[in-house]
């Protein structure tokens, strides 16, 4: 803290959509515990976006300026929203300057940039948090809960199916996370809240990994067979992604206009590309099979072109099995606007049809129980607003179901995915302290 203010000074790396969470929590509610000091981009239009935003000015700095902003606004927490592949930098930068970190999901990218976190934690002494939204979701935590007491005794397998809709799945496909250099695919960008969930739920180290994924729906030769294909690299300006409902039209969200529309001349980023064009080099559908220390096995599958979005998951135990089923919308309109990235990016638009969520445990020799559960407000079913009093917050008593996610927690799911990657190229099964051993 600051002997100053008695608040800690905070910096933001990487001002796209998701920092606004961030940006909005430091300069409001949380503002009477940290200082929102400083903003750091590639892009000076988005760092002047999320200025007018909050309605102050926080002092920008280019990407290139990261150490000289931490010593000149005596930073004491770094939040890292960047492009996935650039977390490591910042992170272990922040770290050997004498900061503590957050950062957004995943940790990082890959093996070795993982262990350069790693390291740099265990030098410095200072904290690591990982945004792991989904543990504080409270339909998520009475899944611990009940897996906890013992509910349905040990747990043997663990069924997990998620899906994404035509509209929030094809989103990957638009923007830098189609490139695997800069997001790991959809098996780390994605599958890092997943695996990390499964962890949580479990309390147990995964140990091999054997998977299966590929390029089915989009990319360019997918969607020449299937005649979906238009002539275009990118929307904006081009007639033949009118009338496409796979185009996101950016001039008609103010949110999309304002951070990257209008910030193209910066930085030449284009956050509108056709999902069918060339240079798409990740999966959007993947089967993967993870054996667990304690014996329970998971067979999850992604599937990222999905009539509707959810997931389901069944945990099945020596007592009894307990069901989970999800559904975020029932369908996707191509028509549904709203207005702001959040809707695009992190579930349903405005006209979209809500689902249902419905817990069920199934004990032997007993009718089923339906538990009374509920998603809570805001994004990630309530799990934003809840990570954010834990990170910023003034901790309240200890939490029992141990939602905080360190550095470690951010590499155990990281390497699930990492071995999911390298059993697609290599046809094998995949140790996972081989690939990263935490």
């Known amino acids: 803290m600051t002997r100053e203010t008695a608040r800690r000074r905070c910096a933001v790396v990487g001002l796209g959509a998701r920092a606004r969470l961030y940006t909005e929590a430091l300069a409001g509610p949380y503002a009477d515990r940290f200082e929102l000091a400083a903003f750091c981009d590639v892009n000076a239009r988005r760092m002047a976006v999320h200025n007018e935003w909050i309605g102050r000015h926080v002092p920008g700095y280019a990407a290139e300026e990261f150490d000289e902003m931490l010593r000149r606004e005596r930073i004491d927490l770094v939040v890292v929203c960047s492009v996935d592949r650039t977390h490591d930098h910042y992170i272990v ?12 999901k995943p940790m990082t990218t890959d093996a ?23 543990r504080y979701n409270p339909v998520h ?40 250099a800069n997001s790991g695919g959809l098996m780390v960008h994605k599958a890092t809240h997943h695996f990390d969930l499964v962890n949580w739920w479990l309390d147990a180290d995964p140990l091999s990994v054997y998977a299966v ?17 238009r002539d275009y690299a990118r929307v904006h300006g081009s007639p033949a992604a009118v009338g496409d409902p796979f185009a996101v039209h950016l001039a008609d969200w103010p949110v999309l206009s304002a951070l990257y529309l209008d910030a193209e001349g910066e930085d030449g980023y284009h956050r509108d590309q056709n999902v069918f064009a060339p240079g798409v080099t990740i999966e ?9 220390a304690t014996g329970a096995t998971l067979t999850y599958h992604l599937t990222a072109y999905s009539p509707w979005e959810g997931y389901r998951v069944a945990f099945n135990g020596s007592e009894g099995r307990l069901e989970l089923l999800v559904e975020e919308s029932v369908w996707a309109r191509p028509d549904a ?9 992190h579930g349903a638009a405005v006209g979209d049809e809500a689902g249902r969520t419905e817990l069920v445990l199934r004990r032997f020799w007993q009718p089923p129980t339906r538990i009374d559960v509920r998603s809570g407000e805001g994004g990630h079913g309530g799990g934003d607003v809840r990570m954010l009093a834990d990170l910023f917050g003034d901790g309240g008593p200890d939490d029992s179901l141990r939602r905080a996610a360190d550095a470690t927690d951010g590499a155990r799911s990281l390497a699930v995915g990492l071995a999911a990657n390298e059993s697609f190229t290599t046809g094998r099964p995949v140790r996972v302290r081989e690939v990263l051993a935490v």
Not at 213 to 229: K, N, W
Not at 284 to 292: E, G, Q, S, T
């Open 141 to 180: 935590a009475a899944v611990r809960e009940h897996l906890a007491s013992g509910a349905i005794g040990e747990v043997g397998s663990v069924h997990f199916e998620w899906l994404l809709d035509l509209k929030h799945g094809a989103d990957y496909f638009r923007r830098w996370h189609r490139d695997k």
């Open 337 to 345: 606007r709203a207005d702001g990235a959040n809707a695009v990016m």
């Open 93 to 104: 930068r922040a770290l050997e300057a004498g900061c503590d970190v957050v950062t957004e």
């Open 284 to 292: 959007d559908d993947m089967a993967v099979l993870v054996r667990y």
């Open 213 to 229: 994924g590929g390029l089915f729906f989009y990319g360019a030769e997918a969607g020449r067979r299937r005649g979906l294909a």
């Open 112 to 134: 070795d940039r993982a262990r350069r976190v790693l390291d740099a934690r265990r030098r410095t002494g200072h904290e690591v948090r990982v945004a792991f939204n989904y």
